[in-house]
């Protein structure tokens, strides 16, 4: 039987990513064959439950209390579905030398046992606290599972220790506190692990972006008057699951006027001849997420039109350019145009707009890259970091609007985009 997770069972070696830089990063088939090396799940697990030790032992804490199901994943490799994600119902402790536990809904404990070997079984128990308070405080859950947390911490030996947590229910921390444990931001401990992929985090986001590359040519067979914004979503959406999407977080759909301010959502407005449009797939494969916009025009564009996209592929394409390992996020960020130069008052009205993030489990990861935060706190760019960076410039006309990202992944020597639909210049769909 694995134990891939078990602790005595990781070596230093396990913290090596294993990257093969090559010419270009494969997009591998999502099936599993004897005849190509793909995706080494087992070294994944060990890789990622070893960056996690790592940076525990970096910090001040001695042990994790994990309820963001993104984390829970990192370190267990357990999933129960996307109806996970907003529920507050699973957690995982990973404290001292021990292998993690993980409390779960119900019968998916039972599951975990079962097929989940790389964990200890005696480790995967059902448990449920707040669910988002719909179990009140008063029934006494979380002052159960405080107490039994508070005592595998103290047979760890880290009671003296504080515990990170990424986050929890209010009164979930005043459980933790009433069993004397001192709580400490234990998110960016799991963000500082998260930071730099291995080689099969790669593959999959490389796969996972692969699988909107053929969706935005779906949208632009697809782009015509009489179709509305949320038919294109409906389609991406049915796309995407057949090819095997965990999960479509969100597709913005936006159109015509509605593309000035951005609105970062869809409607049911119809497309009309000549509106700009763009659109932002959110999706994940086996986990690992795409942030991918791109614009189109349906028929024919005008002058400001094609100027706008023309401006927002300068500023991405000068962002790309800086990033190699060592820069800083500060000079990506010096190449975007001030928000006060787009009409905005200041950069926390326009964040968002010229910004880079990471991607892996969370849509959201390091580095950050924004005029608003990384001009005065930048972080370095360092090798096998995976990020989205996204342009956008209104038009002239006072309503249209040019929306670009492209997702990079940090390779020894400056990045390879990995998001390829052509962007190069204005789509125009079904040309008049």
Not at 65 to 75: A, C, E, G, Q, T
Not at 118 to 144: N, S, Y
Not at 402 to 418: F, K, L, M, Q, S
């Amino acid at each position: 039987m694995s134990r891939a997770l078990m602790p005595n069972m990781l070596t230093p070696q396990d913290l090596e990513p294993n990257w093969e830089w090559r010419e270009r990063l494969p997009a591998w088939g999502h099936t599993s064959v004897d005849f190509e090396r793909r995706i080494d799940h087992d070294r994944l697990r060990r890789y990622r439950l070893a960056r996690t030790r790592q940076s525990l032992q970096n910090s001040q804490a001695g042990s994790l209390l994990l309820f963001d199901v993104n984390n829970i994943r990192y370190v267990t490799a357990t999933k129960i579905g996307e109806w996970e994600r907003d529920k507050m119902c699973r957690f995982c402790l990973l404290t001292g030398d021990d292998s993690p536990y993980v409390w779960d809904f119900g019968s998916a404990a039972v599951h975990h046992k079962r097929y989940s070997d790389w964990l200890e079984p005696d480790h995967c128990l059902a448990g449920v606290v707040g669910m988002r308070g719909t179990i009140p405080p008063d029934f006494g859950l979380m002052q159960k599972y405080a107490k039994m947390i508070a005592q595998l911490i103290k047979d760890a030996g880290m009671a003296d220790m504080p515990v990170g947590v990424d986050y929890a229910e209010t009164a979930m921390f005043h459980a933790l506190q009433a069993e004397g444990i001192k709580v400490v931001d234990g998110q960016q401990i799991m963000l500082a692990a998260r930071e730099i992929k291995n080689w099969d985090e790669i593959q999959l986001l490389t796969q996972a972006a692969t699988m909107v590359d053929g969706v935005y040519h779906m949208i632009y067979e697809e782009l015509k008057p009489g179709v509305r914004e949320n038919d294109i979503v409906a389609l991406s959406n049915k796309m995407l699951y057949e090819m095997g999407s965990d999960d479509v977080e969100a597709i913005n759909a936006i159109s015509g006027e509605r593309c000035n301010p951005h609105p970062h959502n869809f409607t049911d407005r119809l497309i009309r001849p000549g509106d700009q449009c763009f659109f932002d797939i959110l999706q994940s494969y086996q986990g690992y997420r795409t942030c991918y916009y791109r614009t189109f025009n349906v028929g024919r564009a005008t002058p400001s039109q094609t100027d706008a996209y023309i401006r927002a592929r300068e500023w991405i394409d000068a962002s790309i350019e800086m990033i190699r390992p060592g820069v800083t996020t500060d000079k990506v960020a010096e190449v975007w145009p001030t928000a006060e130069s787009l009409g905005f008052p200041n950069e926390d009205a326009a964040f968002g707009l010229q910004f880079g993030h990471g991607l892996g489990l969370a849509l959201h990861e390091r580095p950050i890259i924004s005029r608003a935060i990384s001009l005065d706190h930048p972080m370095e760019i360092q090798t096998g970091m995976v990020f989205a960076l996204e342009t956008y410039c209104p038009a002239s006309d006072g309503y249209s609007a040019a929306r670009i990202e492209e997702e990079v992944v940090v390779t020894e020597t400056g990045c390879e985009v990995i998001s390829l639909f052509p962007a190069e210049e204005l789509p125009i769909a079904n040309r008049y």
